[in-house]
């Protein structure tokens, strides 16, 4: 029974550990290459938005002066994600703009199969500069079918400056019941037979 015990246990360490990031390039430290890119480009602190706090080597931006699109995103980017079950989807998201005028806002819409999960908007500023706005961080949970699709889109509305980014785009696996299961009753046994040996 102790070797059953020690075997799942095991079996359910590897599969809760072995859960993989499914995003490639998703920390943009170098440049955008896993990433269908439209309006928007790889940065590192360009123009000057602050590194971000997860790796600050680098992020996908889309910076413009008196730039803007009212019908719709400005810049996009999107990947195929593998995942058929439970996942969690995280990042961090940037958002900022100088203008006097608030209407000229930014921001930042994360959509997973088309559907907005997560996002960031700011008015526009005319005391502020790109420093002077901060990152957020945001963590969901989502649904894979198989192929699916993780899609951002970059918003700006003609200010003085925009400044808009992502970094640190994440999708790991969420483990199934039945290992979060195993792993619950190996280290349950484990801990019982280390109990016994003690006595």
């Given at each position: 029974?102790?070797?059953?015990?020690?075997?799942?246990?095991?079996?359910?360490?590897?599969?809760?550990?072995?859960?993989?990031?499914?995003?490639?390039?998703?920390?943009?430290?170098?440049?955008?290459?896993?990433?269908?890119?439209?309006?928007?480009?790889?940065?590192?602190?360009?123009?000057?938005?602050?590194?971000?706090?997860?790796?600050g080597h680098g992020e996908v931006a889309?910076?413009?002066?008196?730039?803007?699109?009212?019908?719709?995103?400005?810049?996009?980017?999107?990947?195929?994600?593998?995942?058929?079950?439970?996942?969690?989807?995280?990042?961090?998201?940037?958002?900022?703009?100088?203008?006097?005028?608030?209407?000229?806002?930014?921001?930042?819409?994360?959509?997973?199969?088309?559907?907005?999960?997560?996002?960031?908007?700011?008015?526009?500023?005319?005391?502020?500069?790109?420093?002077?706005?901060?990152?957020?961080?945001?963590?969901?949970?989502?649904?894979?079918?198989?192929?699916?699709?993780?899609?951002?889109?970059?918003?700006?509305?003609?200010?003085?400056?925009?400044?808009?980014?992502?970094?640190?785009?994440?999708?790991?696996?969420?483990?199934?019941?039945?290992?979060?299961?195993?792993?619950?009753?190996?280290?349950?046994?484990?801990?019982?037979?280390?109990?016994?040996?003690?006595?």
């Amino acid at each position: 029974m102790k070797k059953v015990l020690v075997v799942l246990a095991v079996l359910a360490l590897a599969t809760v550990a072995g859960a993989q990031e499914l995003v490639v390039n998703g920390t943009f430290n170098t440049d955008l290459s896993g990433w269908t890119a439209s309006g928007v480009s790889w940065s590192n602190g360009s123009f000057g938005i602050p590194a971000s706090p997860a790796s600050g080597h680098g992020e996908v931006a889309l910076v413009t002066s008196w730039g803007g699109d009212w019908g719709g995103p400005m810049g996009t980017i999107e990947q195929a994600i593998g995942l058929d079950g439970a996942g969690t989807l995280s990042g961090y998201l940037y958002a900022g703009a100088r203008a006097g005028d608030a209407w000229r806002n930014c921001g930042v819409n994360v959509l997973w199969n088309g559907q907005q999960v997560a996002t960031l908007w700011r008015n526009a500023d005319p005391n502020k500069w790109a420093s002077d706005f901060t990152w957020e961080p945001f963590s969901v949970e989502v649904t894979g079918t198989g192929v699916n699709t993780l899609k951002l889109e970059f918003h700006a509305h003609f200010a003085e400056w925009t400044w808009v980014a992502a970094d640190d785009l994440s999708v790991v696996p969420v483990p199934e019941p039945s290992s979060i299961l195993a792993l619950s009753t190996g280290l349950i046994g484990l801990a019982g037979f280390a109990i016994r040996r003690r006595k």
